[in-house]
């Protein structure tokens, strides 16, 4: 079937603005997992849902950063007034109840100017 | 908490040659431990993955990993590297994949004909 999708690949934003990423998990995938990958680093957690439940969002680094996925299925990141340090890659990932293992997509590459 | 080194941040193979990325980690418990691909504007793909049994790991695309408790360490290894193999590396530990995943900070592998 078909992988994660994120929405869109690419994004160019004005200091200030709001932006909000958009994950697709694979079908059925209750847990869905958002990370930030600034370049050169590695992917760190910013928060994680099981079905429509928030679980963990220890890793947002403010409260300029919003998640949601009310269904259960598509999530959305939202980030607010966006600011230069913000600029990295988002990667979604989603992985199956009792699967130890976690499937990304292609991440969102945010740029803020 | 939990944390993973992997302290070659760049290295260069030649094609044919073998290779061993490292990686080690700090963690509490047993471990679930990854190896992830990351090719240029891909998202991460899974190569293998370690949660108990057999220390030495196969993966896809001819790769293995050996967990090695007393060191802390689960590098990886290929005996003869193509030049498709050309991409960034990541190790990850966890509690299971179903849960955060802490990655390092990558090593970017370079292949000289």
């Known amino acids: 079937g078909a992988g994660v999708s994120q929405s869109p690949r690419y994004k160019v934003a004005k200091r200030g603005q709001d932006v909000a990423l958009r994950c697709d998990p694979i079908s059925g995938h209750v847990s869905l997992f958002w990370y930030q990958q600034a370049l050169g680093q590695g992917p760190e957690f910013l928060t994680y849902?099981?079905?429509?439940?928030?679980?963990?969002k220890s890793g947002l680094p403010s409260d300029r950063f919003f998640a949601e996925r009310p269904e259960g299925s598509v999530s959305t990141l939202k980030i607010q007034r966006t600011q230069q340090e913000d600029s990295a890659v988002y990667l979604c990932?989603?992985?199956?109840?009792?699967?130890?293992?976690?499937?990304f997509g292609p991440g969102t590459r945010l740029t803020v100017t | 908490a939990q944390s993973v080194t992997q302290p070659d941040i760049h290295i260069t193979v030649s094609e044919g040659a073998s290779l061993e990325l490292r990686c080690n980690y700090s963690y509490g418990a047993t471990p679930y431990l990854f190896w992830y691909v990351q090719s240029p504007g891909q998202g991460l793909q899974l190569l293998l993955k370690?949660?108990?049994?057999?220390?030495l790991v196969q993966g896809i695309k001819g790769f293995e990993a050996e967990f090695k408790r007393s060191q802390s360490s689960f590098n990886l290894r290929k005996p003869s590297v193509h030049w498709s193999d050309a991409a960034e590396y990541f190790c990850a530990v966890g509690p299971g994949g179903y849960q955060k995943v802490t990655f390092g900070t990558g090593t970017k592998l370079q292949v000289i004909p």
């Open positions: 849902f099981q079905n429509e439940a928030q679980l963990d």
């Open positions: 990932a989603s992985s199956r109840e009792g699967l130890n293992e976690q499937y």
């Open positions: 370690y949660f108990s049994g057999d220390t």
